[in-house]
């Protein structure tokens, strides 16, 4: 065991795959020689050359096809998207094609292969460097989409991703990259996807959360238990297949619940978790279910004022926990 | 690199074919592939017309194109991605009259996508058929993908593309033939320009005569072929199949062609295009204009063209009766292979 950053852990988790397995390889922009912007695959082009680690011209389209075809003939790529903001141009090749090849040859066809995609707020990043896209791909069928909060997970997830015979969109939270740090086990340490982590045991509340917003989660449930409020936290980690048992089990065990995510509020995540508890919980509820999430606003501003005011933060989601347990 | 557009023509003699190292029984399969793909084509405009189909889209007026430059290729060694009208090019991949048929009914059996598919959305790991979706051109990147795989393992299969003139206006065109050709990939980009895209012409779509023009864009050879002389388009993927094989990279073959039937069995063409322009058309029919070679050149004579209609019209009455028959898929076929692993709703 050791400690790392999330970066660290995701880059050491990329090699580690490569080194398994020839037919794993890295394709993206700025991924080679640069290392990528965030030094996630720093040394891998050194390490594997230019055919394991493919600089692509600056198209997104082109990253996610060209995978998708060299999935087709027995490679597992890693596509990386440079930030989740520019997966636009790609969302044709990712909903259209890559989600559909599998149901759409009836399991002739499918597709092993990894999107990672940095995203999520709080770095400065403005209208076209800190969104949320998990409501948006969680939503197709097909596509499977994970987002890790802590370096173990990361790297465990993103293994599991690579060996997944289906696409999987791996969105990796940009603040937490260096942010935040944990121990990482030696050796494969893969991460079922699909399975939620209660990462703190509690009895009068649940904050559900992911990404960045779970260590925002962690630090409130610290400062609730001082106040002698106990808050089970539970880490969804996989957005699609969501863990309903997971999230039923901890709806069940406090009856009150409050959603934490820094993606906009309509039809978003905490949307589906509610109904998911009113579908399976609602015998077991002491009080409304509540979320506390980035509000319906196209994208987050570069001014730091408009953008604290559009993230969700440890206050907030105290305050929020706090009207909860009085409830 | 300063690549130029060749033009091809169509060379005159009565053994043009065996110059081209095709023997005579090769030359009479392709001729009788060409006659399969427009047998079953017609077909399913009948039965669509008697309202027991719902849906057809034809590849009728451009089977030299697409038999000529698939008959240059290994199936199952070599990989095709093609479009819709590419009968031809599956069925010289080895997908069946039958195939065709279960796939035309939406059969639980259709093997390119077990109903779940409209008729033209081929599909086949096998076969080396990648599967194709609705929206144009996404195809052109899964080859160039299909193709980086095998050049990341120094394997020599070559990967054709396909896809029409409208497509072509895409970007994931633009993204694919940039991207074969600054790895110098072993890609085949066969465009069947047929002048139209539904109803807008080719004078809408660019403004230029030549879409094989681009191709110096992208760093590679671009050439024209008339695409209704299957021999033509047959040597000038021969040329590419070598050049791709030789390692020095992609083609764009832009081959010249007519759809003889509206764009689909929803369509009026009476809307943009005049009778006399398609009758015209009907006159430059590749596969008369092969069978006329073939005559000349004494290999196709009465018996043997009698023995190729009964061959065609017997697997078209066998491929009808056995899909129009066969079961449809049932409410529970609904939720499966969503994901590879088990059924995931
Ligand atoms: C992205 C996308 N937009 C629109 C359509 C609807 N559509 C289907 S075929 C077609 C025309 C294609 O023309 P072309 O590429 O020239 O091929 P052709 O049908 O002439 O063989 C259109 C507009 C589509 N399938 N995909
Ligand atoms: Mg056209």
Same mark, same amino acid.
Request: negative net charge; charged residues 25%; contains cysteine.
């Given at each position: 065991?050791?400690?790392?950053?999330?970066?660290?852990?995701?880059?050491?988790? /990329?090699?580690?795959?490569?080194?398994?397995?020839?037919?794993?390889?890295?394709?993206?922009?700025?991924?080679?020689?640069?290392?990528?912007?965030?030094?996630?695959?720093?040394?891998?082009?050194?390490?594997?050359?230019?055919?394991?680690?493919?600089?692509?011209?600056?198209?997104?389209?082109?990253?996610?096809?060209?995978?998708?075809?060299?999935?087709?003939?027995?490679?597992?790529?890693?596509?990386?998207?440079?930030?989740?903001?520019?997966?636009?141009?790609?969302?044709?090749?990712?909903?259209?094609?890559?989600?559909?090849?599998?149901?759409?040859?009836?399991?002739?066809?499918?597709?092993? /292969?990894?999107?990672?995609?940095?995203?999520?707020?709080?770095?400065?990043?403005?209208?076209?460097?800190?969104?949320?896209?998990?409501?948006?791909?969680?939503?197709?069928?097909?596509?499977?989409?994970?987002?890790?909060?802590?370096?173990?997970?990361?790297?465990?997830?993103?293994?599991?991703?690579?060996?997944?015979?289906?696409?999987?969109?791996?969105?990796?939270?940009?603040?937490?990259?260096?942010?935040?740090?944990?121990?990482?086990?030696?050796?494969?340490?893969?991460?079922?996807?699909?399975?939620?982590?209660?990462?703190?045991?509690?009895?009068?509340?649940?904050?559900?959360?992911?990404?960045?917003?779970?260590?925002?989660?962690?630090?409130?449930?610290?400062?609730?238990?001082?106040?002698?409020?106990?808050?089970?936290?539970?880490?969804?980690?996989?957005?699609?297949?969501?863990?309903?048992?997971?999230?039923?089990?901890?709806?069940?065990?406090?009856?009150?619940?409050?959603?934490?995510?820094?993606?906009?509020?309509?039809?978003?995540?905490?949307?589906?978790?509610?109904?998911?508890? /009113?579908?399976?919980?609602?015998?077991?509820?002491?009080?409304?279910?509540?979320?506390?999430?980035?509000?319906?606003?196209?994208?987050?501003?570069?001014?730091?004022?408009?953008?604290?005011?559009?993230?969700?933060?440890?206050?907030?989601?105290?305050?929020?926990?706090?009207?909860?347990?009085?409830? | 690199?300063?690549?130029?557009?060749?033009?091809?023509?169509?060379?005159?003699?009565?053994?043009?074919?065996?110059?081209?190292?095709?023997?005579?029984?090769?030359?009479?399969?392709?001729?009788?592939?060409?006659?399969?793909?427009?047998?079953?084509?017609?077909?399913?405009?009948?039965?669509?017309?008697?309202?027991?189909?719902?849906?057809?889209?034809?590849?009728?007026?451009?089977?030299?194109?697409?038999?000529?430059?698939?008959?240059?290729?290994?199936?199952?060694?070599?990989?095709?991605?093609?479009?819709?009208?590419?009968?031809?090019?599956?069925?010289?991949?080895?997908?069946?009259?039958? =195939?065709?048929?279960?796939?035309?009914?939406?059969?639980?059996?259709?093997?390119?996508?077990?109903?779940?598919?409209?008729?033209?959305?081929?599909?086949?790991?096998?076969?080396?058929?990648?599967?194709?979706?609705?929206?144009?051109?996404?195809?052109?990147?899964?080859?160039?993908?299909?193709?980086?795989?095998?050049?990341?393992?120094?394997?020599?299969?070559?990967?054709?593309?396909?896809?029409?003139?409208?497509?072509?206006?895409?970007?994931?065109?633009?993204?694919?033939?940039?991207?074969?050709?600054?790895?110098?990939?072993?890609?085949?980009?066969?465009?069947?320009?047929?002048?139209?895209?539904?109803?807008?012409?080719?004078?809408?779509?660019?403004?230029?005569?030549?879409?094989?023009?681009?191709?110096?864009?992208?760093?590679?050879?671009?050439?024209?072929?008339?695409?209704?002389?299957?021999?033509?388009?047959?040597?000038?993927?021969?040329?590419?199949?070598?050049?791709?094989?030789?390692?020095?990279?992609?083609?764009?073959?832009?081959?010249?062609?007519?759809?003889?039937?509206?764009?689909?069995?929803?369509?009026?063409?009476?809307?943009?295009?005049?009778?006399?322009?398609?009758?015209?058309?009907?006159?430059?029919?590749?596969?008369?204009?092969?069978?006329?070679?073939?005559?000349?050149?004494?290999?196709?004579? =009465?018996?043997?063209?009698?023995?190729?209609?009964?061959?065609?019209?017997?697997?078209?009455?066998?491929?009808?009766?056995?899909?129009?028959?066969?079961?449809?898929?049932?409410?529970?076929?609904?939720?499966?292979?969503?994901?590879?692993?088990?059924?995931?709703?």
């Amino acid at each position: 065991m050791a400690q790392k950053t999330v970066i660290e852990a995701i880059r050491e988790g /990329m090699d580690e795959e490569m080194a398994r397995d020839p037919s794993v390889f890295l394709i993206g922009e700025d991924v080679g020689q640069r290392g990528g912007v965030f030094l996630a695959s720093d040394g891998l082009y050194k390490k594997y050359g230019e055919y394991r680690v493919i600089d692509s011209p600056l198209a997104e389209s082109c990253v996610v096809g060209v995978a998708i075809g060299a999935a087709v003939n027995g490679m597992r790529p890693i596509a990386e998207i440079q930030f989740a903001d520019f997966i636009a141009p790609a969302m044709n090749q990712i909903i259209e094609e890559a989600a559909r090849f599998c149901y759409r040859t009836a399991g002739d066809f499918n597709l092993p /292969m990894v999107i990672r995609a940095p995203w999520g707020g709080g770095v400065h990043g403005a209208l076209y460097h800190s969104q949320s896209i998990e409501a948006t791909f969680g939503h197709i069928p097909g596509l499977k989409v994970v987002a890790p909060g802590t370096p173990a997970d990361a790297k465990g997830l993103l293994k599991a991703a690579v060996r997944d015979p289906d696409p999987v969109l791996f969105l990796e939270h940009k603040r937490t990259y260096r942010l935040v740090k944990g121990e990482v086990p030696d050796g494969d340490g893969v991460v079922p996807i699909g399975k939620a982590d209660i990462k703190r045991e509690g009895t009068d509340l649940s904050l559900i959360a992911y990404g960045l917003m779970l260590t925002y989660c962690l630090q409130a449930a610290e400062k609730l238990a001082a106040d002698g409020i106990s808050a089970e936290v539970l880490d969804l980690r996989t957005i699609k297949p969501i863990d309903q048992d997971a999230i039923v089990a901890t709806a069940k065990k406090t009856g009150k619940v409050l959603v934490v995510h820094e993606d906009t509020r309509f039809a978003g995540i905490a949307a589906e978790v509610m109904a998911i508890i /009113m579908e399976h919980a609602f015998d077991a509820l002491d009080a409304p279910i509540m979320r506390l999430t980035g509000p319906d606003v196209p994208a987050m501003p570069f001014n730091h004022v408009l953008e604290e005011a559009f993230m969700p933060n440890v206050d907030r989601i105290l305050a929020k926990a706090k009207e909860l347990a009085a409830y | 690199m300063a690549t130029k557009t060749q033009e091809v023509e169509a060379k005159g003699g009565q053994s043009r074919h065996r110059s081209l190292g095709l023997s005579d029984d090769q030359a009479l399969r392709i001729y009788e592939v060409m006659r399969l793909a427009r047998a079953i084509d017609e077909r399913m405009w009948l039965i669509n017309r008697q309202g027991r189909a719902p849906f057809v889209i034809s590849c009728q007026g451009q089977e030299g194109a697409q038999v000529g430059t698939a008959a240059a290729l290994r199936p199952g060694h070599d990989w095709v991605a093609p479009y819709y009208r590419d009968a031809g090019v599956i069925l010289w991949f080895g997908m069946t009259a039958r =195939d065709q048929m279960l796939s035309f009914f939406a059969r639980r059996e259709d093997p390119n996508s077990a109903g779940r598919q409209m008729p033209g959305h081929f599909g086949s790991r096998r076969l080396h058929i990648v599967t194709g979706g609705s929206p144009v051109a996404t195809q052109l990147l899964h080859a160039a993908g299909v193709a980086l795989a095998s050049k990341q393992r120094k394997e020599d299969a070559v990967t054709a593309a396909y896809f029409g003139e409208g497509a072509a206006s895409q970007g994931d065109c633009h993204e694919a033939m940039n991207f074969a050709g600054i790895h110098k990939l072993a890609v085949i980009f066969v465009c069947e320009n047929n002048g139209y895209a539904i109803s807008v012409p080719q004078s809408r779509q660019m403004a230029i005569q030549n879409l094989a023009d681009r191709a110096a864009g992208y760093g590679f050879p671009g050439v024209v072929v008339d695409g209704n002389d299957v021999l033509a388009c047959y040597e000038v993927t021969r040329q590419a199949v070598e050049r791709a094989r030789r390692g020095e990279g992609p083609t764009l073959i832009e081959a010249k062609t007519y759809r003889f039937t509206p764009h689909s069995s929803d369509d009026d063409d009476k809307r943009y295009r005049q009778a006399e322009e398609v009758a015209i058309w009907r006159q430059k029919d590749p596969i008369q204009r092969y069978a006329t070679y073939l005559r000349e050149s004494g290999i196709l004579t =009465d018996p043997v063209e009698r023995e190729i209609t009964e061959r065609v019209d017997q697997q078209v009455d066998e491929a009808t009766e056995y899909a129009e028959q066969a079961p449809d898929p049932t409410p529970d076929d609904l939720m499966t292979f969503v994901y590879k692993q088990g059924t995931v709703s």
